[in-house]
Structures are given as structure tokens and as C-alpha cells.
């Protein structure tokens, strides 16, 4: 079953890859899903806002809170804006990127990378 | 007096802000974050040993058809320039080390292949949003390109930017 979902995810991964050009953001996946963070799509808003996802994510970091408050308003609000959140993701030290990225490992997602 | 003190706090202050720079997302004309990494025998090769050569860090994954496609002309270059000081670093972003062993055997490429499971340096470090995403780095370890998508190696202009990071102290 954890591989269907995997082999979903990665599925999905490429039908957004053709979709997609570098410039998107992070690609998070979950239970064979997958979203670019600051996504419009409504698809995202329910996995990652609706369900409270995300603010777990962010609460389980050390970030700066002005930064989680950033990540959520810019995913989760009708300020939702990729080119906002891939601001606040360059903004971020490595070890502040690394927090990022395990949180959400923590909580069930996947950090996946696209081809151009 | 006064003036002088001023001039610390300027001075203080702009230094802080350089260390602030080099801790960000890191682009062109900042230094090249630092990294420990193994290679596929397992051999830890650190960048900072490196330091000297004009390198070309190339993030990819055997499930990155843009990245494999790249990869010959990347190679031709690397073979044409290594005796100059050049270094092609290949970090492969893929969570086991055999697709990539056979990839790189099959493909005969001769550069140097790191392994980057947890993506720390590639995410972490870099900044790196989408495969491949490559960074030319020059004798002092300074970032002079960023070159995110895939790229033909083996055009003219490409070699003769390296040529002249080569000649440069």
C-alpha cells in the first residue's frame, strides 16, 4: 500500500512536472497527493490547510514565528502567492531549510524534486 | 572620537550582514556553501578539499531524464578540462546508491558522483528548488553561475567561461 502510494505520488510528480517549470516551489506530497507550497489550487488548501497540516508542520519547527505566520498566510489564506513562499524559503538559513524539511517529514510528507 | 566609533558600528554592522548573506539561499557571487558528502565507494570527499579548482556542482537524479540527458556533454567537458584544474561534481539526489552505480557505469561517466540521500546539501544548503540545478564555482569557491534546467556543456561559449575562470587566480 506504501508503495501504491509512493508509485501515486511519483505519478502524480510527473504529470505536474509537464505542467510545471523550474521556477515552482517545493513540492510536498502526502497519501499519493502532491503540492507545490503557495499553491492556488483548492486540491492543496484541503490537504494542507483544511485538514491543519500545515500549522502542525509549522509548529513542530523553531522558525522565527513572523516566518511560520509567512508560510501559512501565503498558503493558506487568500494571500496564497508561490513567489511569496520561495521568498521566505530564500530568505531561510540552512539550518532553518533543515528544520523546514523534517518537520514535514515528521508529519507524514514527502519533499520531492521535479524535472525541469 | 564620535566619528570613529561610527565607523565601528558601520563596519560591525556590514559585516553582519555579510554573514547573514552567506547563511541565505546562495546565488551568484556568494560563497559556495561548504559540504561533506560520500561518494559511490563510500569515500567522503568534502568541498573545501577541492578549493583551487573551478568546479561545476551539478545536482540530479536517476529519475531525471532533463539530468541524464545532460550528462554526456557534461562529461566531454570534464574529460577535455580536468587536466586544467577543472572539476565536474556530480550529487545525486536519489535515496539508493545502485540505479546510480549503473547509470554511471553504463553511461562511462568519468567525473566524480557524490550521494546526497537526505537532500541536506540540496535543499538545505543550496537552496535547490528543481533537477538539474547546476552552480559553476570558481578558484576561491565564489558561486559565478547558477544554471537551473538542463544545458548544453559542450557549446563554446560554456568552455570558454571556464577557460577563463581556469586563467584566473
Given at each position: 500500500m506504501k508503495r501504491m502510494n509512493r508509485l501515486g505520488a511519483w505519478g502524480l510528480a510527473a504529470v505536474v512536472a509537464a505542467l510545471s517549470a523550474c521556477s515552482s516551489t517545493v513540492l510536498v506530497s502526502k497519501d499519493g497527493k502532491g503540492y507545490f507550497l503557495g499553491s492556488g489550487s483548492n486540491a492543496a488548501y484541503r490537504m494542507l490547510c483544511e485538514s491543519g497540516d500545515l500549522k502542525k508542520v509549522l509548529a513542530d519547527t523553531r522558525l522565527p514565528e513572523e516566518t511560520r505566520e509567512g508560510l501559512y498566510k501565503y498558503n493558506c489564506s487568500s494571500e496564497r502567492s508561490g513567489d511569496r513562499v520561495k521568498q521566505i524559503y530564500a530568505a531561510l538559513t540552512a539550518a532553518e531549510r533543515k528544520d523546514l524539511r523534517l518537520a514535514f517529514t515528521r508529519n507524514g510528507y514527502d519533499i520531492n524534486y521535479l524535472p525541469c | 572620537m564620535r566619528h570613529t566609533l561610527l565607523i565601528a558600528i558601520v563596519l560591525l554592522l556590514s559585516s553582519w550582514a555579510g554573514a547573514a548573506q552567506i547563511e541565505t539561499a546562495p546565488e551568484v557571487g556568494s560563497y559556495a556553501p561548504p559540504f561533506v558528502l560520500k561518494d559511490l565507494e563510500g569515500k567522503t570527499v568534502s568541498l573545501e578539499s577541492l578549493k583551487g579548482k573551478v568546479i561545476l556542482l551539478n545536482f540530479w537524479a536517476t529519475y531525471c531524464v532533463p539530468c541524464k540527458t545532460e550528462m554526456p556533454s557534461m562529461n566531454a567537458l570534464y574529460e577535455a578540462l580536468k587536466d586544467k584544474g577543472f572539476l565536474v561534481l556530480a550529487v545525486s539526489?536519489?535515496?539508493?546508491v545502485k540505479p546510480v552505480k549503473s547509470f554511471i557505469s553504463g553511461k562511462k561517466l568519468r567525473f566524480p558522483v557524490l550521494l546526497d540521500k537526505d537532500k541536506e546539501v540540496f535543499f538545505d544548503s543550496y537552496a535547490a528548488l528543481g533537477l538539474p540545478t547546476s552552480f559553476l564555482i570558481d578558484r576561491n569557491g565564489i558561486i559565478v553561475e547558477k544554471v537551473v534546467g538542463p544545458k548544453e556543456w559542450g557549446a563554446p561559449d560554456v568552455k570558454d567561461k571556464i577557460l577563463r575562470l581556469l586563467s584566473a587566480k
Open positions: - | 539526489i536519489d535515496t539508493s
